[in-house]
């Protein structure tokens, strides 16, 4: 299991707007550098993110090379009804994390 | 964006071989921004995904902010921000959107789709650039509509290529 930093506003008020980010170590290797002996270092990255608050989708992302080791994303939510925010991260080699955190709605 | 209407007037009239003490820092990156902007970059694999996405759309540019730093020191961790104008609702909403950088080996930085739960279409990652370049952004709405936004980042250090270290 990876680590994996997720953070939202602790408690918050029907229909607000949060933001949210999510955080996985992860070496991102992209495929194309070279190791000591001048071989490729094979390409091993997380491929895909997702979320989801509640049955509903939030966000759905394809991740490419491109993106950075230890893959951050910040995205909006709003927040309608305590539930369940459903973090999950694919990637090759077998790489599969889900995260689940629970967003507080309401006084 | 002062700076960056400078250069591209510089290179224009061909004042490439100004001296380095007249444009100091910024000629270090000249010919980089030049070669960059000049004819002879192979656009190809970022053309075909554009057409891919709009699937024969017009592509209009507007609504899309792309926030990136005008100067990048470390070209292996761009912070980046996109910023789409879009109520959101569900009867008017952006349904995805696709980042790209034309000139890495892999033009395809990330591509989303917005679900019914996304309340506001604006995303925030960290991405790599192997080299100074303009990215662009494109964002299908739900009527079918292709928006494209773009901006230039100035890549100091390049990523991707780099042997490993130890």
């Known amino acids: 299991m990876a680590n994996s930093i997720i953070s939202f506003k602790a408690r918050a008020e029907p229909n607000e707007l949060i933001e949210v ?30 979320c989801h608050y509640g049955e509903a989708l939030v966000i759905d992302m394809k991740l490419n090379p491109s993106i950075a080791a230890n893959p951050y994303i910040r995205f ?4 309608q009804s305590t539930g369940p925010l459903e973090f999950v991260w694919r990637g090759q080699q077998g790489f599969e994390q889900r995260e689940i955190r629970t967003l507080t709605v309401g006084s | 964006m002062k700076r960056r209407e ?17 444009l100091g820092l910024m000629s270090c990156l000249g010919p980089n921004f030049a070669k960059a902007q000049a004819t002879g970059v192979d656009l190809t694999a ?35 921000q996109i910023g789409v104008v879009s109520p959101m609702t569900a009867q008017d909403r952006v349904v995805s959107l ?21 309340a506001k279409a604006d995303i925030s990652t960290r991405i790599r650039l192997a080299t100074t370049q303009t990215l662009i952004a494109l964002v299908r709405n739900h009527d079918g509509q292709i928006w494209q936004g773009q901006a230039e980042a100035l890549v100091t250090l390049a990523a991707c290529i780099e042997p490993a270290d130890g």
């Open chain 1, 21 to 50: 980010r999510a955080l996985i170590a992860h070496p991102m290797e992209t495929g194309f550098r070279t190791n000591d002996s001048g071989k490729l270092v094979a390409r091993n990255i997380i491929e895909s993110f997702t």
């Open chain 1, 76 to 79: 909006f939510v709003r927040a």
């Open chain 2, 6 to 22: 400078t250069i591209e007037s510089l290179i224009a009239l061909g004042a490439t071989r100004l001296s380095f003490s007249a």
């Open chain 2, 46 to 80: 970022s053309n075909e995904a554009i057409k891919e996405f709009a699937q024969g759309k017009p592509i209009v540019q507007k609504n899309v902010q792309i926030d990136v730093a005008s100067l990048i020191d470390n070209g292996n961790t761009v912070p980046i």
């Open chain 2, 98 to 118: 696709l980042l790209l950088a034309p000139l890495n080996p892999v033009v395809k930085v990330f591509e989303t789709n917005f679900g019914e739960r996304c």
